[in-house]
């Protein structure tokens, strides 16, 4: 069974102060690893794919990277608008065609001016 | 990105009536749609996935009876909620992906949070 684990469940920062957020995963092949921000109320909003250990990507504040067990997304410098909750998930490859995402339980993270 | 859209974004029904919930890709058509469910501090959970033109695939759990998916078209899937009741409460979301990008980004609609009371 596919598990993805997050950590920490939430994260409060103040404006500027860089961190790391965690994403621990197991899954029978992997065929992509998925950040999402959700804002409250609202549907996930896509960030970023993965496909294989040793990528990254990098958008604005935002950097993440891959390792065979684990992601961590990096945010830089982050500022208020940066508030949300942010979600990991992953796509195993199960011999067919589309295949839906296992999530993790999310990072809450709230940026203090 | 493309977009999905969902509606309504809110609804309130009365304990033992029934719901729709409409999923539409807007921009590109979609043979595979997926729903999920979301309760409050958790994760997504992958109820469904629905095939234009066949029957919807469920997850193990997931009552199919009481959860009726419908992809009659290649733009649009429909989750009604039979018989509702308080436990049925949740944020409901559906998301597709662009045919020929499986292995891609899904796209998200807004989500409706469904209230029964």
């Known amino acids: 069974e596919d598990q993805v684990t997050q950590s920490p469940e939430a994260l409060r920062l103040q404006e500027g102060e860089s961190s790391s957020l965690n994403c621990s995963y197991t899954?029978?092949?992997?065929?992509?690893l998925f950040w999402y921000r959700q804002d409250p109320g609202k549907g996930p909003e896509f960030l970023f794919t993965l496909y294989s250990a040793g990528e990254e990507k990098e958008k604005e504040r935002l950097k993440a990277t891959l390792t065979k067990k684990e992601s961590f997304l990096h945010i830089t410098a982050p500022k208020p608008e940066d508030s949300a909750t942010y979600l990991c998930?992953?796509?195993?490859?199960?011999?067919?065609?589309?295949?839906?995402?296992?999530f993790g339980k999310g990072t809450h993270l709230i940026i203090q001016p | 990105g493309a977009v999905v859209s969902q509606h309504p974004s809110r609804v309130i029904c009365k304990s033992g009536t029934s719901v729709k919930i409409e999923c539409r890709s807007l921009?590109?058509?979609?043979?595979?749609m997926f729903w999920y469910r979301q309760f409050p501090k958790q994760s997504l959970m992958l109820m469904a996935t629905?095939?234009?033109?066949?029957?919807?695939?469920?997850e193990q759990g997931v009552e199919k009876d009481k959860f009726l998916i419908n992809h009659a078209s290649l733009t649009l899937s429909t989750l009604t909620v039979t018989s509702a009741h308080p436990e049925d409460s949740s944020f409901y979301i559906c998301?597709?992906?662009?045919?020929?990008?499986?292995?891609?980004?899904?796209?998200f609609g807004q989500g409706t949070r469904l209230t029964v009371v």
């Open positions: 899954v029978s092949g992997l065929r992509g």
């Open positions: 921009d590109f058509q979609a043979t595979t």
């Open positions: 629905s095939n234009e033109g066949s029957k919807a695939t469920y």
């Open positions: 998930a992953v796509q195993a490859y199960s011999g067919g065609g589309a295949d839906g995402l296992t």
């Open positions: 998301s597709a992906r662009v045919p020929g990008r499986e292995n891609t980004e899904a796209f």
